[in-house]
């Protein structure tokens, strides 16, 4: 499974304990834009870097290919979509992995990819 941005965000709040919970029972895959979005952040604490430092530690981040680069921009041919968002869905696509977002809106007119929210 694919990680979105916002997952692991969620994760390290303390009320989603279940979230937690059902990352770390994945072996989970980030793309390397989930690693600039998350980790990049201005207004992160010491205490949040080092968190999600530790999962970045854990996770598998996967590169941005050509072949993603290219899924990316049929994708952004196709609908209006953010770079990063395009991104992610072409990693996902490219290493045929389930994503894992809280935005399911942004991502449901893919018919190719597979779509989990787990805080539903």
Do not use: C
């Not at 430092?53 to 590169?63: H, I, K, P, R, S």
């Not at 395009?86 to 399911?104: E, F």
Request: no cysteine.
């Amino acid at each position: 499974m694919l990680i979105d941005s916002n997952i692991i965000i969620y994760s390290v709040q303390p009320e989603h304990g279940r979230l937690r919970d059902f990352v770390k029972e994945q072996n989970p895959y980030v793309s390397a834009v989930s690693y600039v979005e998350v980790l990049g952040y201005h207004g992160l604490t010491e205490s949040e870097k080092n968190l999600f430092g530790l999962f970045f530690q854990e996770a598998t981040v996967l590169d941005i290919t050509q072949d993603v680069i290219l899924e990316a921009t049929l994708l952004r041919q196709q609908k209006r979509m953010s770079l990063g968002d395009s991104l992610i869905a072409g990693t996902a696509l490219v290493n045929d992995l389930t994503l894992v977002t809280r935005n399911i809106a942004d991502f449901s007119w893919i018919d190719a990819l597979k779509i989990i929210n787990p805080l539903d």
